[in-house]
């Protein structure tokens, strides 16, 4: 009974979740979806990779949190269309959701459209939102074991960001566990270090992003 | 019609969790419902807590994760009784999951149960599984603004333990935020701030934890 409705939810999610698709394809807008647990930065990741991106590329962002407006308010600051959706309860994004705010952003004006999703290494990877592509955003303060206990997250992402680089002198995570274990899982990901502190490994992390295109 | 669908899945959980809760008590067990984000460090916490509570008290623990037995393993090494469930794709353990293994423990043997819920910071708040107290654990890495944006579960637990306090020469983390926002959510949350790698904290943890009997 409780598997049926699941399947339900995730059944009528797809086919909105295909509606944004296109009107994402027909204003011409490439749409991330990005993921990534509580605290892995994936805000200040956000920040900057606009930093680096916007002399070349028009981005406008999603963000999704259960409650508030601080990241919203941290992007908006950098003076790119943001719009911010506040979950309520709910744990994950949902095209519905997406769908809902889509008006709400100038999307014809748009190259990229980047969707932070809700902190949370396991539904956000199962509720598409019409997305061209996912990636995730890892702290290596998380420790090693991630990829093989919230596989779902690696096997959907085309990229992933190994976060707080900065932080690996102090801390026993054993780098060739997390590639290795996440490669497994996903042998095409492409994996990137940064310190979004520092901002050591942002420029490589960026220009390959910009390849990316509707 | 999703939110109906909802309420009747957290209706029938409550209904679940109130069973538990009674053979809990009948077994003379005090339960703790361990909640965190992914990485917090709640596993390594448990390893500390068990060998300082271990001369005293015999304790029981449920490991939940969505597929693997790591953590089971980590603990059985320790030697005291676990089961580790496997959540399939959900996100946090519910009452139902955690009906179905109270026979493969030693209930009526043990002074205190520790369920380790999923690493997420929003559902596992949402469904009780018949604790006696629920807790969290925080990894200071993970930036001062948790509490403001995934404010249930800091209103649901007892006690904030704050990990990774060897961590924080190294961040930006604003303790006293961390800490006031707590406070305001919930005045009565009790914070530690332990460090699981150095064991720096963990008696006056400990020392508290062992006053909860059944």
Redesign the interface.
Known sequence: M?VK??TR?LEANDRIAEENRKKFKDAGVFVINLMG???A?KTTLLERTILALKPHRKIGVIEG????Q?DADRIGALDVPVVQINTG???HLDANMISEVLDDLPLRELDMLIIEN??????PA?FKVGEDMKMMVL?I???H??P?????MFRESSALVLN?M??LP???TDMNKVRNDSLALNPKLKIFEVSC?SGAGIDAWATWLSGFRS
């Open positions: 409780k409705v699941v939810i647990a509580p605290g930065g949190d259960i409650v508030g601080d309860g709910a744990c809700v902190g949370n290494l396991v539904c199962e702290s303060a998380e420790g074991d991630k093989l206990k919230y596989p779902l707080k900065d932080l102090y801390m026993n502190t």
